[in-house]
Nanobody, 120 residues
Framework: QVLLVESGGGLVQPGGSLRLSCAASEDIILINGMGWYRQAPGKQREVVATITIASSTNYADSVKGRFTVSRDNDKNTVTLQMSSLKPEDTAIYYC??????????????WGQGTQVTVSS
């Protein structure tokens, strides 16, 4: 059962931009924190950016000033706008939500991931 679906990954040259989007299924009725994590080959998954229901944001130091996270509470979506991309941003990016389903189950939910590759 896929509750979060990402889109927007791909191949981009260094210095370029990409926009990632994540949409929650209709089975999710309440979302608290949302955000994006990433995992590069051979590395642990790390937080990229998070955003609360009140749209308070936090960013990893490595992406501050380059990435912007935003959310639409009415549509249950979260977006990551990435600019000035570097090769070290190459990773699989995962959407995250702390949410409650229509079955009353509250927990941490993850998307299936979308590949971002920064290379010339």
């Amino acid at each position: 059962q896929v509750l979060l679906v990402e889109s927007g990954g791909g191949l981009v040259q260094p210095g370029g931009s990409l926009r990632l989007s994540c949409a929650a299924s209709e089975d999710i009725i309440l979302i608290n924190g949302m955000g994006w994590y990433r995992q590069a080959p051979g590395k642990q998954r790390e937080v990229v950016a998070t955003i609360t229901i009140a749209s308070s944001t936090n960013y990893a130091d490595s992406v501050k000033g380059r990435f912007t996270v935003s959310r639409d509470n009415d549509k249950n979506t979260v977006t990551l706008q990435m600019s000035s991309l570097k090769p070290e941003d190459t990773a699989i990016y995962y959407c995250y939500a702390r949410a409650r389903t229509r079955w009353g189950v509250e927990g941490d939910y993850w998307g299936q991931g979308t590949q971002v590759t920064v290379s010339s």
